[in-house]
């Protein structure tokens, strides 16, 4: 039986948690948040949007972007012969930082930032303990060992931006709004459904290869580093939140417009510390965007696995599309 689920006014089902979190909906000691909704039903219906076996990965070059945002380490790659002759080797990456390319952003990345509390109320002292201890609670692990799979529906914001804003700039502090994103979903024919994966292409990544070389010139600072992404605000925590999507996802690094204007209503604050809800970044949505532009099909079979790292952080997706 389905889980009825309060709607984004009606949140917190207690008034012992924060405003507006869902603390408590899936017990306290859940780990895996809005991820909760890829009931085995779900997942079911999903393989129904299985039609031409077309597959479509989204992960981007383990390389990429490159040179890193954020000042984050570029993966090192190591040969190691086993015998003589080069006949034989294993390989490692050194500096793997698992937010450096395709991500997704964990549930311990960034807490709820106004109680200073993770998801579900774990505190700060119950992660990354001293002596290399740790609670086991909210690492990326949950999600890996129960795995990621359901409906992904993309909303082609970038496509929908060259003809109705034409100013629209992936590399400017846009704001994109709800009201954009119905229009959006209004004119590819999309219609949501409770559990489905949002992806939102905003054409960041698109920008970001056509320019080569030169984004180094477009990009101004690479440690603090701008673009348009989704609007954070009420508006949008409760259009996120009333679909009730499992997961949102999106071609540029942090989703929302960025720098956000206040980190305590930031979209990071709300979805991973309030909600529980993974984010995916830079996710690579080029040859999908453009399949669905050639048969006007933006629903999908998702999947994801995350890599199965005890008290991870954070994880490369491993995502394929199927339709």
Request: aromatic share 12%; proline share 6%.
């Amino acid at each position: 039986m389905t889980k009825q689920l309060p709607t984004f006014d009606e949140l917190p089902i207690d008034s012992k948690y924060p405003e507006k979190t869902a603390w408590g909906i899936w017990g306290e000691e859940d780990n895996l948040g809005t991820l909760n909704l890829l009931t085995e039903e779900r997942v079911a219906n999903a393989s129904k949007s299985i039609r031409k076996g077309a597959v479509f990965s989204l992960n981007w070059n383990l390389e990429s972007p490159k040179p890193v945002l954020f000042g984050r380490s570029e993966v090192e790659h190591c040969f190691h012969p086993l015998v003589p002759g080069n006949l034989a080797f294993d390989d490692s990456y050194n500096n793997f930082n698992t937010q450096s390319s395709s991500q997704w952003d964990g549930l311990r990345h960034i807490a709820h930032l106004d109680s200073g509390k993770f998801y579900n109320g774990v505190d700060p002292s119950e992660i990354a303990l001293e002596n290399g201890a740790d609670s086991g609670r909210l690492g990326i692990h949950h999600a890996a060992r129960a795995g990621i799979a359901g409906r992904a529906v993309l909303l082609d914001y970038g496509r929908w931006a060259a003809q109705h804003r034409p100013e629209y700039d992936p590399f400017e502090r846009i704001e994109i709004t709800v009201e954009e994103l119905d229009q959006v979903a209004a004119a590819q024919g999309v219609e949501f459904e409770q559990g489905d994966i949002l992806l939102v292409r905003t054409g960041w990544m698109a920008a970001y290869e056509k320019h080569g070389e030169k984004v180094k010139d477009l990009i101004k600072d690479l440690k603090n580093p701008e673009c348009a992404g989704v609007k954070a605000c009420d508006d949008t925590f409760r259009w996120i939140w009333n679909h009730h999507f499992a997961a949102v996802g999106s071609d540029n690094f942090p989703f929302e417009a960025f720098p956000p204007k206040d980190w305590n209503k930031s979209c990071h604050a709300m979805f991973l510390g309030g909600w529980g809800m993974p984010i995916g970044e830079m996710f690579y949505l080029e040859k999908l965007a453009a399949d669905c532009e050639k048969d006007n099909v933006y629903t999908f079979f998702f999947t994801s696995a995350p890599l199965n790292k005890e008290n991870g952080v954070a994880s490369p997706p491993n995502a394929l599309c199927i339709k």
